[in-house]
């Protein structure tokens, strides 16, 4: 991989204590309702990558689809988390994306299905998923974007203090203020037309072994060598868990590196600026 400019930021250790400190002295990934997998797949988080479905030009996409550097991020548009991390990644879009050397492709992971106890943390991130990509099928993947990121910016998502999320009244009013047309959005959504796609992705990130949101793949073409391997670890040290461990794992060829929850911005350039250089 050719180095990129970008801000320098492993020379700025302090910063990555902080944000490790948040990380790791905060809830960032809500675990995921028991979902049926595949009997024929083992779902082993040190083989990831051989369960991560392929890239295509199917996936949401923003950024160069050919970029050295991929970000493939499993949300729920119903999880808070899910709204911090969006705003991490569109400023990691800002300052690698113009360049064409990192791609952001969103897959959904609603959390609407009833875990063990019965309980369904996100009743409506299904439905609003569906939102997502019927505004990809009105508006193309410039319409899905322009849909996604104003959900995440106007949804109060689910907390203790807004535990019913999103009024889903508001998503045809999203649809009309990024431009698509509104009695055809509305007639998408009702048909559930895109139901199975969204449930599809959620399979899919059982299968890979993802437990909650958001969590991503960060997706190079070149295996990197141990001593990347070992800087990476060093990057993610401030933010293990009071038992010890990572919010993060390699995978067996070297190639991903799955993060579970809201990394923050300066874990995520920190460990891009490192991808760059070897």
Known sequence: ???????????VPTAIII???IVAGAVIWTKAPSAPIKQDVVAAIDSFEQQLKPITASDHILGNP????????YSDPSCPY????????????????KSGNVAWV????????????????HPNAGHEAQALECASDLGGNDGFWKYTNRLYSVTPSVTSDSPNGLDQKQLPIIANTVGLNVE?????????????????????????????????????????????????MTIFEPTKGASGEYPMHISADSKMIMLDGAMPPEIMKATIDLLFTY
């Open 82 to 97: 899910c709204k911090v991390f969006h705003n991490t990644m569109l400023q990691i879009m800002t300052t690698y994306g």
């Open 184 to 232: 055809d959005f509305n007639n998408c959504l009702s048909t559930g037309k895109f139901k199975e796609k969204v449930d599809q992705d959620f399979l899919d990130g059982v299968n890979i072994g993802i437990q909650g949101t958001p969590a991503s793949i960060i997706v190079v073409d070149k295996a990197f060598p141990k001593a990347i391997k070992d800087k990476i």
């Open 106 to 121: 969103y897959r959904h992971y609603p959390l609407d299905k009833a875990d063990a106890s019965g309980r369904i943390l």
């Open 19 to 21: 944000a490790g400190a």
């Open 66 to 73: 050919n970029a050295k550097l991929k970000v493939v991020e």
């Open 1 to 11: 991989m050719q180095p990129t400019k970008s801000s320098n930021i492993l020379n």
